[in-house]
């Protein structure tokens, strides 16, 4: 609990006003960043994440510093030049046609665990052998943090089995109108 007391939160809204205005070259759509956004939540002061890691703005943890804050400008260039290295990862290692909100919760799912476990994922797998639904379903094997399962009360970490549940859902059927 110090640990979030301690960290300054910022607004989501108000940094996705900013990249909405910023001119840029992302393809992940609204609902996709909103989603990526509301999910990793937003802080101007560094802070150490549920596994441990630096953290800062929107699960920006590029050279982090311990103490580090930021403003909302320099945020919103954090969280556009880390969907853009998400999407990179994504377009390189899909070979098939996917739906825009595939792409979108492949983007997240980069954005959240990394291009590593995408490049060896299951998931990634079932997408290039074109079987959608299948590949859809291995969101939810990616709720662990640090070992810990977090379906599990006392994990700290159920807002991970939130996420792929919703990434599992519009990864099948579209983000909900």
Known sequence: ???ILATTSCSVALILSIVFSTP???KT???GLKHIADLEGCRNKAYQCSAGTWTSGIGHTGGVIQGETLTDKEIAAN???DVLNAEMIVNRWIKVSITQSQFDVLV????????????TSTL????????PVKACGQFMRWVYVNGKNC?????NCAGIVTRRQIERDACLNGWPQ
């Open 124 to 131: 990634l797998k079932l997408f290039n052998k074109n079987e």
């Open 1 to 3: 609990m110090k640990k």
């Open 24 to 26: 840029n070259n992302l």
């Open 151 to 155: 379906h599990n009360k006392d994990s």
């Open 79 to 81: 969280f556009i030049q």
């Open 108 to 119: 997240s799912f980069v954005f959240n665990l990394g291009s590593g476990n995408f490049r």
């Open 29 to 31: 759509s609204p609902e």
